[in-house]
T-cell receptor, first 112, second 120 residues
Framework: DQQVKQNSPSLSVQEGRISILNCDYTNSMFDYFLWYKKYPAEGPTFLISISSIKDKNEDGRFTVFLNKSAKHLSLHIVPSQPGDSAVYFCAASVSGNTPLVFGKGTRLSVIA | EAGVAQSPRYKIIEKRQSVAFWCNPISGHATLYWYQQILGQGPKLLIQFQNNGVVDDSQLPKDRFSAERLKGVDSTLKIQPAKLEDSAVYLC??????????????????FGEGSRLTVL
């Protein structure tokens, strides 16, 4: 039973446009949500997070939106750059220091 | 600051053989995790340590997998005997209890590059 779902395995976007990656979750106890980025042959690296008490968190080109009633979050990348091409994992946890539960990932390709 | 170190990076074995992976976390990080990432899937937790104690090993297949973190620093994950379905990348991650500035860690993990296992 997948508690964190990323239903789009892949996404292609033109350079300069907006990339929107989506994530749904089923466990209402989750209160921290994170996005990780992974390049081939490397470990995932933390990108941005959001607490359940917020509905938006912004860091440069990256913004995460959280809709608790819909149990949905999204990552917006504006403007998209070729270096953003990677696999993006959505993850969630119940309070800090508990294990993260990951989605299956979405492969983003930014085309120049 | 040195990152999470893992070895070996790649390992190919035949089924029923054994294999061990090593992880050295970031200095000072109390919590250490082993995740298994099968191709096309997200990382799945195998075991979580805090210092040298096990916090969560509910998803570790204990009939064939074992892990230890004896001195609360580096850790070893062992598989014996290996099965074909164990082919995966084994990711080690560590995290501090608190972030710089003193705020509670909200779940940010620092991952190593992973150890890719192929079982033939």
């Amino acid at each position: 039973d997948q508690q964190v779902k990323q239903n789009s395995p892949s996404l292609s976007v033109q350079e300069g446009r907006i990339s929107i990656l989506n994530c749904d979750y089923t466990n209402s106890m989750f209160d921290y949500f994170l996005w990780y980025k992974k390049y081939p042959a490397e470990g995932p690296t933390f990108l941005i997070s959001i607490s359940s008490i917020k509905d938006k968190n912004e860091d440069g080109r990256f913004t995460v939106f959280l809709n608790k009633s819909a149990k949905h979050l999204s990552l917006h990348i504006v403007p998209s750059q070729p270096g953003d091409s990677a696999v993006y994992f959505c993850a969630a946890s119940v309070s800090g220091n508990t294990p993260l539960v990951f989605g299956k990932g979405t492969r983003l390709s930014v085309i120049a | 600051e040195a990152g999470v170190a893992q070895s070996p990076r790649y390992k190919i074995i035949e089924k029923r053989q054994s294999v061990a992976f090593w992880c050295n976390p970031i200095s000072g990080h109390a919590t250490l995790y082993w995740y298994q990432q099968i191709l096309g899937q997200g990382p799945k937790l195998l075991i979580q340590f805090q210092n040298n104690g096990v916090v969560d090993d509910s998803q570790l297949p204990k009939d064939r997998f074992s892990a230890e973190r004896l001195k609360g620093v580096d850790s070893t994950l062992k598989i014996q005997p290996a099965k074909l379905e164990d082919s995966a990348v084994y990711l080690c991650a560590s995290s501090p209890l608190r972030l710089a500035g003193g705020q509670t860690n909200t779940g940010e993990l620092f991952f190593g590059e992973g150890s890719r296992l192929t079982v033939l």
